[in-house]
């Protein structure tokens, strides 16, 4: 029997909306929770990331230092259909463009780098 590992990852970031909608534009998903302090991108019917209000620690305290600043050393990864088309909704957000689509000789595949509104590496690839 295997085990099936489904990643949720979460972020903690200083505007939930805000990065939400950020979210839910480029990568063409919707919310899947909605609010000021937590929220589920939702693409399709797959709940792809969490994002939690930077300041708010509820019953787990804090994901991160306020004092430091968010996105050092993270890079959020997602696998798209449409490259060119994710990064069309991109620019329309405004996104910080970090690496134009790229052909990335390792992974063998195109990639997109951006970065998101509190500054995590947002990596777009076509799917393999």
Same mark, same amino acid.
């Given at each position: 029997?295997?085990?099936?590992?489904?990643?949720?990852? +979460?972020?903690?970031?200083? &505007?939930? *909306?805000?990065?939400?909608?950020?979210?839910?534009?480029? +990568?063409?998903?919707?919310?899947?929770?909605?609010?000021?302090?937590?929220? #589920?991108?939702?693409?399709? &019917? *797959?709940?792809?990331?969490?994002?939690?209000? %930077? *300041?708010?620690?509820?019953?787990?305290? +804090?994901? @991160?230092?306020?004092? %430091?600043?968010?996105?050092?050393?993270? @890079? !959020?990864?997602?696998? !798209? &259909?449409?490259?060119?088309?994710?990064?069309? =909704?991109?620019? #329309?957000?405004?996104?910080?463009?970090?690496?134009?689509?790229?052909?990335?000789?390792?992974?063998?595949? &195109?990639?997109?780098? +951006? =970065?998101?509104?509190?500054?995590?590496? !947002?990596?777009?690839?076509? =799917?393999?």
């Amino acid at each position: 029997m295997s085990t099936r590992v489904q990643p949720q990852p +979460l972020l903690a970031v200083h &505007d939930v *909306e805000q990065s939400s909608a950020w979210y839910c534009a480029v +990568l063409d998903a919707t919310s899947g929770h909605g609010g000021p302090e937590y929220e #589920r991108v939702v693409v399709g &019917d *797959e709940f792809v990331l969490q994002l939690h209000r %930077l *300041e708010i620690g509820h019953h787990h305290g +804090l994901f @991160a230092d306020p004092a %430091l600043p968010l996105g050092n050393g993270v @890079a !959020v990864w997602f696998a !798209v &259909d449409d490259l060119d088309a994710a990064l069309s =909704r991109a620019r #329309r957000t405004g996104a910080i463009v970090q690496k134009e689509i790229h052909h990335n000789p390792n992974a063998h595949h &195109d990639e997109l780098w +951006l =970065r998101d509104p509190d500054n995590y590496l !947002v990596v777009l690839a076509d =799917r393999d």
